[in-house]
């Protein structure tokens, strides 16, 4: 097992199980998904920074010095944990790279404080996923202006809707049926208290974001239902193509925002987020 911090902490590999990393920590699988806000029972995504707090002789005592490695969190590439007191010219020494490449590829400051936990894509490149998708707004952009479309509308949308709008647009449709369900119940009226709207809870920065960014064919009507889930199905279409099909790492990029997965992991809300609809993708007819 690696420990991905000095206080104790593992970055979920591919094809981890949380039984598994609790056996390896001396750890129940209780206390373990306890500590990190998880459902015992839930998909474990990979990249999800797990705290072993409690841990036994397994994990690092804080007493030891804890060789710092270059630890690979992503199929698609080489990423790292930040851990106190690294800084972010010695990582870019470590792992080969310019300290202003590595800022630029992480969207951050060369200058400015670097926080212990944020993954760090060790890639000398603008973008860790070579997809447009790695640029959906999140925070204040996402949010937009209040009086921006989309609108809502008086209008539900069956689970059928939403699977042929889907497969239209090449996303499974059971993926898209449980986003929609868990959003909005395939309501189109409804509107979040952080101003998110209709079937798919698209915010109104984000529907800019679609509407300009993506291949969206004809443009997205403003007050429709079925835009609204057309909107919705194609920010799944690209997130899928940036997590190369990964549909727990497209829902998380859904419900958090793909960025903040990619630079901060994935938080506790979202995993449950994940669980739900991973749970609801297998009720409408897909998944494992």
Request: glycine content about 14%.
């Amino acid at each position: 097992m690696s420990t991905a911090t000095s206080s104790g902490s593992y970055v979920v590999q591919p094809g981890d199980t949380l039984t598994g990393i609790a056996a390896r920590a001396g750890l129940s699988p209780g206390s373990l998904a306890a500590g990190n806000g998880l459902d015992l029972n839930g998909v474990l995504i990979s990249g999800t920074v797990l705290h072993l707090s409690g841990a036994s002789s397994a994990a690092a005592p804080a007493s030891t010095a804890v060789p710092v490695s270059l630890t690979t969190i992503t199929s698609s590439g080489s990423a790292y944990v930040v851990q106190p007191g690294d800084t972010l010219t010695a990582i870019a020494a470590r792992a080969g790279l310019s300290t202003g490449s590595l800022a630029a590829a992480n969207g951050l400051d060369p200058n400015g404080v670097l926080v212990s936990g944020t993954v760090l894509h060790l890639s000398g490149s603008a973008a860790p996923v070579a997809s447009s998708a790695t640029s959906q707004p999140v925070g204040a952009v996402a949010e937009g202006s209040p009086t921006d479309p989309p609108y809502p509308t008086p209008e539900r949308v069956s689970s059928g809707q939403v699977g042929s709008i889907a497969a239209a647009n090449g996303v499974p449709a059971a993926l898209a049926d449980a986003i929609a369900w868990q959003e909005s119940g395939f309501n189109n009226d409804l509107v979040s208290s952080a101003d998110a709207r209709g079937v798919m809870q698209i915010l109104p920065g984000t529907w800019q974001w679609i509407q300009h960014s993506l291949d969206t064919g004809a443009p997205l009507a403003p007050a429709s239902a079925a835009d609204n889930v057309r909107g919705g199905v194609l920010m799944l279409h690209s997130l899928l193509g940036s997590t190369g099909g990964d549909h727990a790492m497209a829902a998380a990029g859904y419900f958090q925002g793909l960025p903040s997965v990619q630079q901060n992991g994935v938080y506790p809300s979202t995993q449950q987020y994940v669980n739900s609809v991973l749970a609801l993708e297998r009720q409408f007819g897909g998944g494992g």
